[in-house]
């Protein structure tokens, strides 16, 4: 990759978590083109020593927690003077490791992971697989449930297809039992996680308009989910082990000051959403003009399997972020949530859906792919690895930057019997 096709511009700066071979300490990084740029190492020798509110040893903790929970005018602040130090060319190359020789590590302590089912045309597909109705409360809040922290993954770990529960394959009678095998039909949701920032205690609710406040940014995430197993389980309280296997996520977040660049109109809601979800705030800012795409590799051959928007949501990240702690849940830095599965109808080149985000909708004949449906990519089979990115403009600049990869490979389940 060149510095010109880098997703890690001096206009987005992210924050990542890494160690080395040579210091296998972990500690707070940015990247910048080719590079990750030791914060530990700048934060020792009294860089950040001016900044409002940066107090001690904030870089060297393990996780972004410390930072993230500090206010937004020291995160402005700290934007600005890391803009200003690598700017110069010597202090740059004091401070920088080639990214090639970093190990990424979750960057965040997580108490809390959600995950909600919020684009419009993803509910309208599955309901249709499913012969369902679009239940009613989903015009009026955005779906959610509330996920497995353990099953939070870095970018380039492998995901190991899960064991599970779910209808006999061998009969088509609701009476026959069930089994317990190797899920057969695993698949990827192409998301956005959104990490938080401020606390909120709980017992308090928050104004829409505060929203922001609490985000502290954006990296991407891939849903891993088992479909048979969770077809299984889904009635009646949702999903459980269908999802529990991976959530994987790209390793530098994007921080919201980075995106303010990107924001930009949502689409339109009909029926008008409850007075706390209704969007405050001026219209060419309520939620995020980000361009996302997941590719899978079978065989050394690559599919291009997604192109979508997160701006297709239904419902906004500010909007979720407001409904997950209207009912006094309260909220904790380092705390994540899924933007939930982003399929748009975005029609490719060839007339095909290719904005349809995991493999499960393309169970609809109209949305296969020919490529991929000619060489049977159906479900991901053990060896494929799912590679998502996604890349923004800053309108207010011009400039292209983005949010580096999420993949993962498939590992075969384990062998029968080994856990006894």
Known sequence: MTVAETPFTIDNLPYGVISTAENPTPRCATALEDDAIDLSALERDGYFKSIPGFKGRVFSMPTLNTFASLSKETHTHTRAALTDLLSDDEIRKSYAIPLSQVQNHLPMETKNFSDFYCSFEHTRNYSELCALDIPRSWFFIPSVYNGRQSSLRISGTPVRRPWGVMANPQSQSIEAPPVFKPCARFDFELEMGVYLSRPLPPGEILDINEANDHIFGFVILNDWSARDIQSFEMTPLGPFHGKGSGTSISPWIVTIEALEGSLCEAKPQNPAPLRHLAWKGEP???????????????????YTVTETNLKELYWTPFQQLTHLCSAGEGLSPGDIFGTGTVTSDRIDDQGEEIGVAC??????????????????????????????????????????????????????????????
């Open 284 to 302: 060419s800012e309520a939620t995020f003009d980000i361009e996302l795409n997941a590719r899978v590799i079978r065989n050394g051959k690559s």
């Open 359 to 420: 493999l499960l909708e393309r169970g609809l004949e109209r949305n296969i792919l020919s490529e991929a449906k000619k060489d049977g990519l159906v479900y991901l089979e053990d060896g494929d690895e799912v590679i998502m990115e996604g890349w923004c403009v800053n309108q207010l600049t011009g400039g292209k930057f983005g949010f580096g990869e999420c993949r993962g490979i498939i590992l075969p389940a384990l062998a029968e019997g080994s856990w006894e």
